[in-house]
């Protein structure tokens, strides 16, 4: 196997790791009613993978990409071989310490990284096509269980962060208090919902409520979403043929769910909840608090300036995190505006900044 890259400075920590989870998990882990409806991993006549959820063959997960997911790293020739095979790609291609909690250690070792907070690969995917809000409530009942498992005898090194829908709020806030319970360092949610509510309306205050009563912190992760959250101005722009298009304007999903707690006060009714922003890139942070900033003090924002006394950027600092790409070339001019200590994990970044980029600023996030 060629040599995992290493990282030159102790005290890592890896804001955003993730993990792929087995192909039983939720016939392991999810309640017996469920059972019979639970996500999984399957191979077609022809031998090409595909996700199927609640018996269904996935229209998005299919023909063969749950084995690209799984053969990720033998695309930077970092080849691990299982002893034992499955004859799912999926599985037996899987990276070193994707599945395996000890392998995962192994993997931090490797890479001279301390700690990793953990999120789902196909709980990412599956939720874009599952409209049963009950079993999507109970499928992330079972992730939830299964990833707290997975870092449990880990000495903190693993950090398991659960996943929230908040299609029913009410079920949402009472998983967030068993998770809490259950020792998650943190609480996820995607940027979209089933019941097309933004990120910030008022139906979700009890699950903010909790979040803040329980000390954990919210962050918005992208994931795959239905295709009518696509804007529609150029149509139907959501096939695999416009990958570049969407890739690159995928983290406008979080964007557009972190402006909403604004639009409707959050920060003000919860000053301190904590929201961290993950895997969108940092760099434009800097010209959105710019804009926000002005919209607010505009005539346009005299509705916000009722809900909120201080300007965005001033919340963002209080209460906001966000992480940075190892290419993103534009934020040294961005973070000594914004705030060091209000960003985390990447390579590239200022040395004068780099102990909080690298591990500091999250723990911070996370209340560690």
Same mark, same amino acid.
């Given at each position: 196997?060629?040599?995992?890259? =290493?990282? %030159?400075?102790?005290?890592?920590?890896?804001?955003?790791?993730?993990?792929?989870?087995?192909?039983? /998990? &939720?016939?392991?882990?999810?309640?017996?009613?469920? $059972?019979? $409806?639970?996500? #999984?991993?399957?191979?077609?006549?022809?031998? /090409?993978?595909?996700?199927?959820?609640?018996?269904?063959?996935?229209?998005?997960?299919?023909?063969?990409?749950?084995?690209?997911?799984?053969?990720?790293?033998?695309?930077?020739?970092?080849?691990?071989?299982?002893?034992?095979?499955?004859?799912?790609?999926?599985?037996?291609?899987?990276?070193?310490?994707?599945? *395996?909690?000890?392998?995962?250690?192994?993997? @931090?070792?490797?890479?001279?990284?301390?700690?990793?907070?953990?999120?789902?690969?196909?709980?990412?995917? &599956?939720?874009?096509?599952?409209?049963?809000?009950? @079993?999507?409530?109970?499928?992330?009942?079972?992730?939830?269980? &299964?990833?707290?498992?997975?870092?449990? *005898?880990?000495?903190?090194?693993?950090?398991?962060?659960?996943?929230?829908?908040?299609?029913?709020?009410?079920?949402?806030?009472?998983?967030?208090?068993?998770?809490?319970?259950?020792?998650?360092?943190?609480?996820?949610?995607?940027?979209?919902? &089933? #019941?097309?509510?933004?990120?910030?309306?008022?139906?979700?205050?009890?699950?903010?409520?909790?979040?803040?009563? !329980?000390?954990?912190?919210?962050?918005?992760?992208?994931?795959?979403?239905?295709?009518?959250?696509?804007?529609? +101005?150029?149509?139907?722009?959501?096939?695999?043929?416009?990958?570049?298009?969407?890739?690159?304007?995928?983290?406008?999903?979080?964007?557009?769910?972190?402006? %909403? /707690?604004?639009?409707?006060?959050?920060?003000?009714?919860?000053?301190?909840?904590?929201?961290?922003?993950?895997?969108?890139?940092?760099?434009?942070?800097?010209?959105?608090? *710019?804009?926000?900033?002005?919209?607010?003090?505009?005539?346009?924002?005299?509705?916000?300036?009722?809900?909120?006394?201080?300007?965005?950027?001033?919340?963002?600092? +209080?209460? !906001?995190?966000? %992480?940075?790409?190892?290419?993103? #070339? %534009?934020?040294?001019?961005?973070?000594?505006?914004?705030?060091?200590?209000?960003?985390?994990?990447?390579?590239?970044?200022?040395?004068?900044?780099?102990?909080?980029?690298?591990?500091?600023?999250?723990?911070?996030?996370?209340? =560690?």
């Amino acid at each position: 196997m060629k040599p995992l890259p =290493r990282l %030159s400075f102790s005290g890592a920590v890896d804001g955003d790791g993730h993990v792929l989870e087995p192909p039983d /998990l &939720w016939l392991q882990y999810l309640e017996s009613a469920y $059972r019979h $409806r639970a996500p #999984t991993i399957r191979a077609d006549d022809a031998g /090409l993978e595909f996700l199927e959820i609640d018996g269904a063959v996935s229209k998005i997960v299919r023909g063969g990409m749950p084995a690209g997911l799984g053969a990720m790293d033998r695309v930077a020739g970092h080849v691990f071989e299982r002893e034992v095979v499955t004859g799912l790609k999926y599985v037996d291609e899987a990276p070193l310490g994707a599945m *395996d909690p000890g392998e995962r250690i192994e993997r @931090l070792d490797l890479e001279n990284i301390e700690r990793a907070f953990l999120y789902p690969t196909l709980t990412l995917f &599956w939720i874009a096509e599952c409209e049963d809000e009950d @079993l999507t409530q109970a499928c992330l009942r079972a992730y939830n269980r &299964w990833i707290v498992d997975f870092c449990a *005898d880990s000495g903190d090194r693993l950090l398991p962060v659960a996943q929230i829908s908040l299609g029913d709020p009410e079920a949402a806030e009472r998983e967030v208090r068993r998770v809490a319970e259950a020792g998650v360092a943190g609480l996820f949610v995607p940027p979209f919902q &089933w #019941t097309r509510k933004p990120l910030g309306d008022p139906a979700h205050d009890r699950v903010f409520a909790a979040a803040q009563e !329980c000390g954990l912190p919210l962050g918005i992760h992208p994931s795959l979403e239905p295709k009518w959250t696509a804007p529609g +101005r150029f149509g139907d722009y959501t096939s695999g043929q416009y990958g570049f298009f969407l890739n690159v304007t995928s983290a406008d999903a979080v964007r557009h769910a972190f402006t %909403s /707690l604004f639009q409707y006060g959050v920060f003000e009714k919860f000053p301190s909840l904590r929201i961290v922003l993950l895997e969108s890139g940092a760099g434009w942070v800097g010209y959105w608090l *710019d804009r926000m900033d002005t919209v607010y003090a505009s005539p346009q924002g005299y509705r916000i300036r009722a809900l909120l006394p201080e300007k965005p950027s001033f919340y963002f600092r +209080r209460q !906001c995190w966000i %992480s940075g790409d190892p290419d993103e #070339t %534009s934020l040294a001019g961005i973070i000594p505006r914004v705030g060091a200590d209000r960003f985390f994990w990447a390579s590239d970044f200022p040395e004068s900044a780099r102990q909080g980029f690298l591990g500091a600023n999250v723990l911070r996030a996370f209340g =560690r």
